[in-house]
């Protein structure tokens, strides 16, 4: 069983950038595939970036060429780099977690962090 504990959330200027981290503990993060996702208020929750295997990285075009995902296997923490930030990106941030690799659907995932508040102004 996997526990996961984003931080890092806050508000923010627009064009500003920050750094969110999901530390997990009960396994190793190469063992699966981790994404981020967001829901923005209103909306629907949506894949951000998904990193398999350790070494596969994918992102999502809304947030392409300003987000970046990483992880730190000694610290078993999961990264997310975001520039560039706008209004459109605030939403809570949620990372994620399942055996395996390729997932892409929220639906997909098994391990939930409870989520970190990003609001641009």
């Known amino acids: 069983h996997v526990q996961l504990v984003e931080s890092g959330g806050g508000p923010v200027q627009n064009g500003s950038s920050l750094i969110l981290s999901c530390v997990a503990s009960?396994?190793?993060?190469?063992?699966?595939?981790v994404g981020w996702f967001r829901q923005p208020p209103g909306k629907e929750r949506e894949w951000v970036a998904t990193?398999?295997?350790?070494?596969?990285?994918s992102i999502a075009d809304s947030v392409r060429g300003r987000f970046t995902i990483s992880q730190d296997n000694d610290k078993n923490t999961l990264f997310l780099q975001m520039n560039s930030l706008n209004t459109d990106d605030t939403a809570m941030y949620y990372c994620?977690?399942?055996?395996?690799?390729?997932?892409?659907?929220?639906?997909?995932?098994?391990?939930w962090g409870q989520g970190t508040q990003v609001t641009v102004s």
């Open positions: 990193l398999d295997g350790g070494k596969i990285t």
């Open positions: 009960g396994d190793t993060y190469n063992r699966y595939c």
């Open positions: 994620a977690a399942v055996y395996g690799i390729g997932a892409r659907l929220d639906t997909e995932y098994t391990y």
